[in-house]
């Protein structure tokens, strides 16, 4: 079964060229434009990884890692934290995401990365 991606970004555009590019290459992929859909969505559908963005409104993107982390079932979930905050790195690693992509990135790279989460996921 192909792998899912769970996109969370409240900027439309972005959120939806990223499932574009991941569905073209054969990804399963998921969108939500807001932390409290976003976290939902992870909880119901277990995706292989979620590309969260870290400034959203309702709640954000580390409220929504906290809450991921917190729960038994969704622990495990590969995060990568997405921002055009120049310390994203950093701060995704401290509050427990995988990887960190800094704004604007290219969907090359952002390939990459998941690619790499995923060779880990077993």
Not at 31 to 39: D, S
Not at 77 to 94: C, F, H, N, R, W
Request: net charge neutral; glycine share 8%; with cysteine.
């Amino acid at each position: 079964m192909p792998p899912r991606v769970l996109i969370v970004d409240d900027n439309v555009e972005v959120a939806d060229a990223f499932a574009e590019f991941f569905g073209k290459r054969g990804y399963r992929t998921a969108v939500a434009h807001c932390g409290v859909t976003g976290l939902a969505m992870a909880r119901a559908t277990r995706p292989d990884v979620v590309l969260l963005n870290l400034q959203m409104p309702w709640m954000n993107g580390l409220e929504v890692l906290r809450e991921l982390r917190g729960d038994p079932a969704t622990a495990g979930l590969k995060v990568i934290m997405t921002s055009g905050y120049v310390d994203i790195p950093e701060l995704a690693a401290q509050a427990g995401a995988q990887d960190a992509i800094l704004y604007p990135a290219r969907f090359d790279e952002v390939q990459r990365k998941v690619e790499r989460l995923l060779e880990r996921r077993h």
